[in-house]
C-alpha cells in the first residue's frame, strides 16, 4: 500500500492533506486533516479553530456519501475522544437541541475505554460546546 500526498491547504489551525492510496493497481482519495491547535498536554489553543475543524470535517463527510471516518491523536483516546465527544454533542444540538457530555462520554467509554480519559479533556469538551453555543 502506498499513500501519495499531492497537496495541503492551510487552514485555521489545522492542514488539509489531499492526496491518494494506491495497492494493486487501485486507488482511492484520501484527505487528512491535522489539527495542530491542541499540544500532548494541555487544552486546545483555539476552541473556534477545533470546532471549525469539526464543522469541516463533517462537511466533507456529508459530501463523500457519509463514507466513514478514521479519527486519531497520538494516544488514540484522549483528544480523540473529545473530537468525537464534541461532533456527536453539536450534531445532537442541531437535530434534537440536547447537549448531554456525561452520557455521550460514557458511551464512548464503553465502546473504546479511555476516550476523554483525564479531566483536562473532559473540561475541554465543556468548554468547546460552551464556546459554540
Not at 466533507?60 to 478514521?70: A, E, F, L, N, T
Amino acid at each position: 500500500m502506498l499513500l501519495i500526498m499531492t497537496a495541503i491547504n492551510c487552514h485555521n489551525n489545522f492542514f488539509l492533506h489531499v492526496g491518494f492510496c494506491t495497492q494493486d493497481g487501485s486507488s482511492l482519495p484520501v484527505k487528512q486533516f491535522q489539527y495542530t491547535g491542541w499540544p500532548e498536554e494541555g487544552v486546545p489553543d483555539s476552541g473556534s479553530g477545533f470546532i471549525d475543524l469539526i464543522g469541516q470535517v463533517q462537511k466533507w463527510q456529508r459530501s463523500s456519501g457519509d463514507k466513514p471516518i478514521v479519527v486519531h491523536c497520538s494516544g488514540g483516546a484522549g483528544r480523540t475522544g473529545a473530537f468525537i465527544s464534541v461532533s456527536i454533542l453539536l450534531e445532537r444540538l442541531k437535530t434534537e437541541g440536547v447537549v448531554d457530555v456525561f452520557h455521550t462520554v460514557r458511551g464512548l467509554r464503553l465502546q473504546r475505554p479511555g476516550m476523554v480519559n483525564t479531566v483536562v479533556s473532559y473540561e475541554s469538551v465543556c468548554m468547546l460546546l460552551a464556546q459554540d453555543m
